[in-house]
């Protein structure tokens, strides 16, 4: 074997590189037959065996593991933003924080001349105490009027029963004197034809002078009888006339009595419409009392102060925004998900949410998937119904919640990136 290689030996290296590769057949023969005897030992067969299971698990797991959860880097935390804002008009006296101040509830972020509202305050209650005074009265006058109709309705059926029997002894009163007008008429007859007769027998002298002259005066006392009979039966019927204007004016006078309960009606809404009145005057206190409340603008909930815009001595007006306050208790992660990451995922399913400002890992779990993509939300949506539509695959905000007391620290802001991990398979 070895005289052959001598014998085909170059002369030079230049004819010795291209038979190197003769040489390397059998070395690679001698490698794969020495393969072949390895791979026929039952031990090797068995590491193999072992390490093609070993591996086979392991990609089984990595498999699982990454299929056990949905990730994203499109993600960061979510909080309320509080705008702070006046809801007076007013010159600002005093600013008691300054920005990124953390602030308990109740505490005073700023303070507003209160000086025009301390006067609106005092003429309120003013009126206040002047409208309480006039109820008061009106409310006296009910009684006070309820006792006095019924005593006028009284006097006045008593009035009415007076007149009516004077109409009565009125009209006796005519009946008698019309009987006596009769009864004088008689008796003046009776005197002119004793009168007559006495004149002829005077005449005659059949009777003397002195008894003509008695028939003479009877005669003229019985005609004076009957003018005055006559003058009494008309005075009569003028006491007639009177005693029935009487009796009319007491009827007016009952008819006016018996809008008692009327009257007492309208003494008693006059006393209503008077504590109506005293009720609005205390509301126009109580608001004033408000607005003196609101000179000081104080924190509705714990959080840190942003974006602070007002000054001393700014006039302000009403719904201006003065200053934002962040609640850090209260703050959330929003992960915008593919939307085919989101086939398995549901409410309630454990969260690992990792935050870059530290690197710490926190506990959550899903809240709430959002209605719609966020496409939907921007300010130009995209309308779909072109010729040229390319499908894009949407992104769907989900809400993340945190464990409780996972925010304790304070360190989180609104607005950080976070890659959430979402474990979908339990």
């Known amino acids: 074997?070895?005289?052959?290689?001598?014998?085909?030996?170059?002369?030079?290296?230049?004819?010795?590189?291209?038979?190197?590769?003769?040489?390397?057949?059998?070395?690679?023969?001698?490698?794969?037959?020495?393969?072949?005897?390895?791979?026929?030992?039952?031990?090797?067969?068995?590491?193999?065996?072992?390490?093609?299971?070993?591996?086979?698990?392991?990609?089984?797991f990595l498999w699982r593991y990454f299929g056990s959860y949905e990730s994203t880097d499109d993600a960061q935390i979510d909080g309320h933003v509080n705008g702070i804002s006046a809801r007076i008009v007013g010159h600002v006296a005093k600013i008691n924080v300054q920005d990124n101040q953390y602030v308990q509830p109740g505490t005073?972020?700023?303070?507003?001349?209160?000086?025009?509202?301390?006067?609106?305050?005092?003429?309120?209650?003013?009126?206040?105490?002047?409208a309480l005074a006039s109820a008061s009265a009106a409310g006296v006058n009910v009684?006070?009027?309820?006792?006095?109709?019924?005593?006028?309705?009284?006097?006045?059926?008593?009035?009415?029963?007076?007149?009516?029997?004077?109409?009565?002894?009125?009209?006796?009163?005519?009946?008698?004197?019309?009987?006596?007008?009769?009864?004088?008429?008689?008796?003046?007859?009776?005197?002119?034809?004793?009168?007559?007769?006495?004149?002829?027998?005077?005449?005659?002298?059949e009777i003397s002078q002195q008894q003509y002259d008695q028939a003479q005066a009877a005669a003229k006392a019985s005609a004076a009888t009957v003018d005055a009979a006559r003058a009494a039966a008309q005075s009569a019927g003028q006491s007639i006339v009177q005693a029935r204007a009487k009796l009319a004016q007491a009827g007016a006078d009952l008819r006016t009595a018996q809008t008692a309960p009327q009257q007492v009606s309208a003494t008693r809404s006059k006393a209503e419409s008077a504590k109506a009145i005293a009720e609005r005057k205390r509301a126009d206190l109580e608001q004033a009392e408000l607005n003196l409340k609101?000179?000081?603008?104080?924190?509705?909930?714990?959080g840190v102060v942003s974006n602070r815009t007002v000054e001393i001595g700014q006039n302000i007006q009403p719904g201006q925004t003065l200053m934002n306050l962040i609640p850090l208790?209260?703050?959330?992660?929003?992960?915008?998900?593919?939307?085919?990451?989101?086939?398995?995922?549901?409410?309630?399913?454990?969260?690992?949410?990792?935050?870059?400002v530290n690197g710490k890992k926190y506990r959550g779990h899903v809240d709430s998937i959002a209605g719609a993509s966020g496409a939907r939300f921007s300010l130009l949506p995209?309308?779909?119904?072109?010729?040229?539509?390319?499908?894009?695959?949407?992104?769907?905000p989900v809400k993340i919640a945190f464990e409780q007391g996972e925010t304790k620290e304070h360190v989180l802001r609104p607005g950080m990136s976070v890659e959430p991990k979402v474990w979908i398979r339990e």
């Open 1 to 60: 074997m070895n005289e052959p290689t001598t014998q085909t030996q170059p002369r030079d290296a230049a004819e010795a590189k291209p038979k190197a590769p003769q040489q390397a057949v059998p070395q690679r023969e001698r490698q794969y037959r020495r393969a072949r005897i390895r791979l026929r030992d039952p031990k090797v067969r068995i590491v193999l065996a072992v390490g093609i299971l070993l591996l086979l698990a392991g990609v089984f």
């Open 108 to 130: 005073v972020l700023v303070e507003i001349d209160p000086a025009d509202y301390q006067v609106a305050v005092d003429r309120a209650r003013a009126d206040y105490q002047d």
């Open 294 to 302: 609101y000179t000081q603008i104080i924190a509705p909930v714990a």
């Open 329 to 356: 208790e209260d703050l959330w992660v929003t992960a915008n998900f593919k939307e085919t990451q989101l086939r398995r995922m549901r409410p309630g399913q454990p969260v690992e949410i990792k935050v870059d």
């Open 382 to 396: 995209p309308e779909n119904a072109t010729g040229n539509y390319v499908k894009v695959v949407q992104r769907i």
């Open 143 to 205: 009684p006070i009027t309820n006792i006095s109709t019924g005593s006028q309705l009284s006097a006045a059926e008593a009035n009415v029963e007076n007149a009516r029997a004077g109409v009565a002894a009125a009209e006796g009163q005519l009946q008698a004197a019309n009987a006596n007008t009769s009864q004088a008429d008689a008796n003046n007859a009776k005197a002119q034809a004793d009168l007559q007769r006495y004149k002829q027998l005077v005449d005659k002298q």
